[in-house]
T-cell receptor
Framework: DTGVSQDPRHKITKRGQNVTFRCDPI?????LYWYRQTLGQGPEFLTY????????KSRLLSDRFSAERPKGSFSTLEIQRTEQGDSAMYLC????????????FGPGTRLLVL | TQLLEQSPQFLSIQEGENLTVYCNSS?????LQWYRQEPGEGPVLLVT?????EVKKLKRLTFQFGDARKDSSLHITAAQPGDTGLYLC???????????FGPGTRLSVLP
C-alpha cells in the first residue's frame, strides 16, 4: 500500500502527558499537511511542509504543538502537556506542489485526553 | 466566517432516492475536491475538478463545477446505504497555498 499512513491509529492519554504522532506521506509527494478534526466538523488546517520546510502554521497551533519533517519524508506532530480540549482526530495529508494540489489523506490518529 | 459553505448540513433519505448537495464560496477556486469520510477514518478522495463548467461522473455520482469556479454540486442517483457518510468539499482558493474545507454534509441512506 503506497498511500499515506499514520501511527498510532488511536491514543488515549492523561491530561498533562506528551504525545507524538507520525505520518508517512506518499513517497513522491513533497507537501505534507496536518489537520485537526472534531466530531461533526470538517478538518481544520494546522500546518504544512514543503519538503523539510514548515511554511505555514495556523493560529490553532498553540505553543504546545510542534511539528517536524526533518528529512522531507515522514513528519511528526507532538503535543506537550495535553489538555482535554486536544481530544480530536489528527489527520495527515500529502500532495504534489504542482497540478491541482489534490491532497490525499491518511486514516488519522484519534486522540482522547482523559 | 466560513470560506466554504455546504448545504444541507444533514440529509436523511430512503434507499433509491436521488439527492444533491452543494458547496459554495464567495472566492474563486483554482481547484476543488470532493471527499467522503466514514466515522473513524480519513477523508477519501472522490474527484478533483479544475475547469469552470466541468462535469465528472463516478458511477452514480455526478460532480459539477460552476462556470465561475465558486461553487460545486454533487448529485447521487439511486442512493444506497453504502453512500452513507460525511461529504466534504475542499479546495485551493485563488491559487493560494492553503487548502480549505467546508463543514460537510452528513448523509444517511436508510434501507
Amino acid at each position: 500500500d503506497t498511500g499515506v499512513s499514520q501511527d498510532p491509529r488511536h491514543k488515549i492519554t492523561k491530561r498533562g502527558q506528551n504525545v507524538t504522532f507520525r505520518c508517512d506521506p506518499i513517497s513522491e509527494h513533497n507537501r505534507l499537511y496536518w489537520y485537526r478534526q472534531t466530531l461533526g466538523q470538517g478538518p481544520e488546517f494546522l500546518t504544512y511542509f514543503q519538503n523539510e520546510a514548515q511554511l505555514e502554521k495556523s493560529r490553532l497551533l498553540s505553543d504546545r504543538f510542534s511539528a517536524e519533517r526533518p528529512k522531507g519524508s515522514f513528519s511528526t506532530l507532538e503535543i506537550q502537556r495535553t489538555e482535554q480540549g486536544d481530544s480530536a482526530m489528527y489527520l495527515c495529508a500529502s500532495s504534489l506542489d504542482s497540478g491541482s494540489g489534490t491532497q490525499y489523506f491518511g486514516p488519522g490518529t484519534r486522540l482522547l485526553v482523559l | 466566517t466560513q470560506l466554504l459553505e455546504q448545504s444541507p448540513q444533514f440529509l436523511s433519505i430512503q434507499e433509491g432516492e436521488n439527492l444533491t448537495v452543494y458547496c459554495n464560496s464567495s472566492s474563486v477556486f483554482s481547484s476543488l475536491q470532493w471527499y467522503r469520510q466514514e466515522p473513524g477514518e480519513g477523508p477519501v478522495l472522490l474527484v478533483t475538478v479544475v475547469t469552470g463548467g466541468e462535469v465528472k461522473k463516478l458511477k452514480r455520482l455526478t460532480f459539477q463545477f460552476g462556470d465561475a469556479r465558486k461553487d460545486s454540486s454533487l448529485h447521487i442517483t439511486a442512493a444506497q446505504p453504502g453512500d452513507t457518510g460525511l461529504y466534504l468539499c475542499a479546495g485551493v482558493i485563488n491559487y493560494g497555498q492553503n487548502f480549505v474545507f467546508g463543514p460537510g454534509t452528513r448523509l444517511s441512506v436508510l434501507p
